[in-house]
């Protein structure tokens, strides 16, 4: 079936460096599916942060971006230089195109350090 | 305003109580979820809604059942509530290929 793999549950980094999480799915539709990312901030539900819907396209938000990779299945989140803000747990996701199931990662929780 | 509300944010349930969690949107979306998160797994969808009583199961929709009566809510019920089913629960909302809103999510305890 498909599925959504990250391989980091949590990671930490300081205030100012780069960041990357890690995204790599598996599906078994002949079409490719949407990606997604989103997060979720300490007490609130879960909210979009970036979506890319055309395989080789990058979206971008708040500062993150992904790139839609189908050669390596790929989906991770970069960001340049990451904020205490940005605390949270950080959810990469799939839509597939037939059911219309949004399956989810396991989640990354981004500590960043002051 | 887009929204998906969550009713109630906090539960807590004796085992073998039945438990029942509502969710409403006011996007007129078809298509609703409900997802249980536990630490280390991530969300698991356990019911999808693709309009008024025309519910698929999800992945674990054993010791859940659903109810969509009208279009803008979606209920999950637990018949007799066992401890392993302590968990937070999401309701979920989307047009097809769209955007998922979410809600705030409800946390359940049953002891």
């Known amino acids: 079936g498909d599925s959504v793999t990250q391989t980091e549950g949590q990671v930490t980094v300081s205030e100012s460096k780069s960041l990357i999480i890690n995204c790599t799915y598996s599906?078994?539709?002949?079409?490719?599916?949407?990606l997604f990312w989103y997060v979720r901030y300490p007490g609130e539900g879960l909210q979009l942060l970036l979506k890319?819907?055309?395989?080789?396209q990058k979206g971008s938000s708040r500062g993150f971006e992904a790139t839609y990779n189908k050669e390596t299945t790929s989906f991770h989140l970069q960001k340049a230089s990451v904020q205490e803000s940005d605390s949270a747990v950080y959810y990469c996701a799939l839509l597939t195109t037939n059911a219309y199931k949004v399956i989810f990662g396991k989640g990354t929780h981004l500590h960043v350090l002051p | 305003d887009m929204k998906v509300t969550q009713m109630p944010r906090y539960l807590i349930k004796r085992m073998g109580e039945n438990v029942l969690l509502e969710c409403g949107q006011d996007?007129?979306?078809?298509?609703m979820y409900w997802y249980r998160q536990d630490p280390g797994l991530g969300l698991q969808l356990i019911y999808i809604?693709?309009?008024?009583?025309?519910?698929s199961e999800g992945d674990i929709p054993k010791g859940y059942r659903v109810s969509r009566k009208k279009r803008e809510h979606f209920s999950l019920i637990l018949d007799s509530a066992k401890t392993n089913q302590t968990s937070v629960y999401f309701c979920?909302?989307?047009?097809?290929?769209?955007?998922?809103?979410f809600g705030k999510g409800t946390r359940l305890t049953v002891v």
């Open positions: 996007m007129s979306h078809e298509t």
């Open positions: 979920a909302s989307s047009r097809q290929s769209a955007e998922v809103f």
């Open positions: 599906t078994t539709s002949i079409a490719y599916p949407n």
């Open positions: 809604s693709y309009d008024v009583d025309s519910n």
């Open positions: 890319v819907i055309t395989a080789g």
